[in-house]
């Protein structure tokens, strides 16, 4: 029997939950997974306090993969009481978009970021990596989140983009303002964000302006090249698209190669199989993204009245599918789901979660796998013996973007 044959659904609301409460969600990273796992082995939704923790693979799957669920991001300045127009009016970003909209934008812009695309920029990416070690190679120690992730995908995203070297401080401003939307004190922030957002939006039309007539082999490029039966970008969705590379390419990448080195400074003996065997990069990267990934969750709501399992979701209802609970159930790996190993292949059928499911599946997938795998090889043969010198500082467990603000190493120089 299919759910739209339930004459009488019981509504979400009226069903008695387990709960997912503010102190298990600023638990410890492990603690934190450990709390939600408990609750997933008692049910596979759990009221949160805005909605619904969606807690099991299968079920963070389906509800990805379901159209009638719409991203929640563009529910963003809403939630946070913002009012300003700028914020609240604004075109709808691939990110958020829906429907025929985001199938479009989907279509025009796949091939300029398909896994070959990516791979054109591997080089560059090794050579911004050994750029950024070679300073604190000698000494044996480092701040690894200061010194290493934090500038690491602004100089690929430039490149990426066709920006020259000169300008990677203004875009690392740039994306460091615009970025504070997503942060706990963006209401106060927003005159800020605003004018990183004009300033990056004036230069890059003046990007694409200059690629209309003079092409090169670049991202914007690509971009106003591509058309599907007649249908082009317009400059405003060239902005857009420019934009969503800069938000989706950033903090991702940056907090997920910190949240990778937290894994590893916890497992040596894997850290220095990676640096002997460096073509276990890509089996690596799925599995510290699945062990710890920086993306631990995601917010979708209901754009109708949907049921699911038996149960109504009255429309404008919030989820939050769990990747990270996803990512520790128990069928997503051959051997034990709480044993961290590089070696082993991925389940087929059963990719690990962080980088979402779904149309609104991460767009920048190739790129950020392209970037760790170079990145991570290059640190565990550059720095061997990594091992915590002080005391990290991880992000706050709210954060949409789960990563580490200080990281202090030592390492054999």
């Known amino acids: 029997m299919s759910d739209a044959d339930l004459a009488d659904p019981v509504s979400v609301h009226d069903l008695d939950l387990p709960a997912i409460t503010p102190e298990i969600r600023e638990l410890e990273r492990r603690e934190s997974t450990k709390a939600y796992r408990s609750i997933a082995d008692e049910s596979w939704i759990a009221r949160s306090p805005v909605g619904y923790s969606i807690l099991h693979y299968d079920d963070v799957t389906a509800i990805l993969r379901d159209k009638r669920w719409h991203n929640a991001v563009a529910m963003l300045p809403a939630m946070m009481g913002i009012t300003d127009p700028f914020f609240t009016e604004r075109s709808p970003s691939i990110l958020s978009a829906e429907g ?13 970021f398909s ?5 054109r920029l591997r080089p560059f990416m090794r050579d911004v990596m050994n750029e950024l070690v070679d300073p604190v190679a000698a000494a044996g ?30 875009f690392s401003r740039w994306a460091e303002d615009v970025l504070r939307i997503f942060g706990g004190t963006a209401p106060d922030e927003l005159d800020v964000i605003k004018e990183a957002q004009l300033e990056l939006n004036e230069y890059v039309r003046e990007m694409i302006a ?31 698209m420019v934009n969503a590379v800069i938000v989706g390419g950033t903090d991702t990448t940056r907090n997920q190669l910190a949240c990778a080195l937290g894994v590893f400074v916890e497992h040596p003996d894997q850290w220095a199989l990676l640096a002997t065997k460096p073509e276990l990069a890509p089996q690596a990267v799925e599995e ?27 429309k404008d209802t919030f989820v939050f599918p769990s990747l990270a609970s996803a990512n520790f159930e128990h069928d997503v790996v051959d051997g ?11 389940v087929k059928g059963r990719p690990q979660m962080t980088f979402g499911s779904g149309i609104h599946y991460c767009l920048g997938a190739s790129l950020a796998r392209a970037e760790l795998q170079e990145a991570l090889p290059i640190l565990a043969r550059r720095m061997p013996d990594l091992a915590v010198d002080g005391q990290i500082t991880w992000k706050p467990q709210t954060t949409a973007i789960f990563g580490a603000d200080h990281f202090p190493v030592t390492f054999t120089s």
Not at 115 to 119: G, H, L, M, W
Not at 294 to 313: H, K, N, P, Q, W
Not at 336 to 346: G, K, L, M, S
């Open 100 to 112: 025929d909209l985001h199938v479009r934008l989907r279509r025009l812009v796949a091939k300029a």
């Open 115 to 119: 896994p070959r695309s990516a791979d």
């Open 141 to 170: 120690r480092a701040d690894i989140a200061v010194d290493i992730c934090e500038p690491y995908p602004i100089p690929i995203i430039c490149e990426l983009l066709g920006a020259p070297r000169e300008d990677w401080q203004l």
């Open 210 to 240: 200059r690629r209309r007539s003079d092409p090169r082999d670049d991202l914007i490029t690509q971009l106003i090249a591509a058309e599907e039966e007649g249908d082009r970008l317009s400059t405003d969705e060239l902005v857009m």
């Open 288 to 314: 510290a993204m699945r062990y710890f990934g920086a993306v631990r969750g995601t917010g979708r709501f209901a754009s109708e009245d949907i049921v699911y399992r038996g149960v109504l979701f009255p």
């Open 336 to 346: 034990d789901v709480n044993t961290f190993d590089i070696t082993r292949e991925p």
